[in-house]
């Protein structure tokens, strides 16, 4: 798994090369500001963009803005944010072009360095993963979708476990049903939001884009 990564605190930027390159993945670069990143991306094109949000010089929304920008010349690029922050618009617009997996982690929540290089292997081979918090702040203010209204309470459980990247048979354990049970939650959850067939991961991506956009 190839990488670039952006981040302007030294430490952790050195940190995180040595997590990866300990994991059998390549880190092509590292940066520490928005225009050396969107450079970077273009340049190398990797498997999956490792951004922070804030970034130099603005130190405002810059990491987001400029994998917005460098989507723009490579559709579908897959972008792990991992932030302090939740920037829900920007996010947003990351996951309402539908032009690539996302991933959007907050630093002090990850717990499990194993864990955290599973998740960026999940959003490079295209799946969405979401911390809960992200998931939460993101539907906070969340439109009256019809589709989404017709999901019952543990439909939307469902779907809200599937938007943090977890398997059916993890979303089985933390809801303390079987694995057929959650099946057929996410089959209801499919035809309510009019998903056509498909291979099952391909629509649990536009089912947790429609959850997260709506």
């Known amino acids: 798994m190839r990488i670039v990564l952006a981040e302007d605190l030294a430490l952790l930027r050195e940190g995180l090369i040595?997590?990866?390159?300990?994991?059998?993945?390549?880190?092509?670069?590292?940066?520490?500001?928005?225009?050396?990143?969107?450079?970077?991306?273009?340049?190398?094109?990797?498997?999956?963009?490792?951004?922070?949000?804030?970034?130099?010089?603005?130190f405002t929304d810059e990491g987001l803005r400029a994998v917005i920008e460098a989507r723009k010349q490579i559709p579908g690029l897959p972008v792990m944010v991992l932030s302090q922050y939740v920037e829900q618009l920007y996010a947003r617009e990351l996951l309402s072009d539908r032009a690539g997996a996302m991933g959007y982690l907050l630093k002090d929540r990850v717990l499990d360095v194993g864990q955290f290089v599973t998740n960026v292997r999940q959003v490079a081979a295209g799946s969405t993963v979401m911390d809960p918090e992200v998931v939460d702040a993101l539907l906070t203010h969340r439109s009256a979708d019809p589709l989404l209204?017709?999901?019952?309470?543990?439909?939307?459980e469902v779907l809200s476990l599937m938007a943090e990247g977890r398997s059916n048979a993890a979303i089985a354990g933390r809801m303390f049903v079987s694995e057929k049970t959650v099946s057929k939650h996410s089959a209801n959850i499919f035809a309510k939001l009019r998903l056509e067939p498909s291979e099952d991961d391909n629509r649990r991506i536009l089912a947790v884009l429609a959850y997260l956009e709506g």
């Open 18 to 58: 040595g997590i990866f390159r300990a994991n059998g993945c390549t880190v092509v670069e590292a940066v520490d500001n928005g225009p050396s990143l969107i450079r970077a991306l273009t340049t190398h094109r990797p498997d999956v963009a490792v951004v922070d949000v804030r970034l130099p010089p603005t």
């Open 149 to 156: 209204l017709a999901l019952t309470p543990r439909e939307h």
